[in-house]
């Protein structure tokens, strides 16, 4: 079992940053992939990226490919979204989640736990 708390959303200008942190509690860490999903009012929740359980390899949606960046610190049982040059379409409940495979994936059903979400929203 691992728990998962996100924490760093909130309110921002377009165009501003901000960065989510994920912290893990429970069995081992570093044995899972981490990903980041988001969910918008009536939306299904989307992927945003992925990490694999070393940090060695990431993936990101188109939607913000060079824009944000997906890390991992292994010893403080963290990962981080770093979300850059916002967009009001940005706006969301963001939710990190831990998978067993070992790269990640970019389908939600695959990750084994989730947190609670926290909300960023992006003014225009």
């Known amino acids: 079992q691992v728990q998962l708390s996100e924490s760093g959303g909130g309110l921002v200008q377009a165009g501003g940053s901000l960065r989510l942190s994920c912290a893990a509690s429970g069995r081992t860490f570093s044995s899972y992939a981490m990903g980041w999903f988001r969910q918008a009012p009536g939306k299904e929740r989307e992927f945003v990226a992925r990490i694999s359980r070393s940090g060695g390899s990431t993936y990101y949606a188109d939607s913000v490919k060079g824009r944000f960046t997906i890390s991992r610190d292994n010893a403080k049982n963290t990962v981080f979204l770093q979300m850059n040059s916002l967009k009001p379409e940005d706006t969301a409940v963001y939710y990190c989640?831990?998978?067993?495979?070992?790269?990640?994936?970019?389908?939600?059903?695959?990750?084994?736990?989730w947190g609670q979400g926290t909300q960023v929203t992006v003014s225009s």
């Open positions: 989640a831990a998978t067993n495979l070992g790269y990640g994936s970019r389908w939600r059903g695959e990750y084994d736990y």
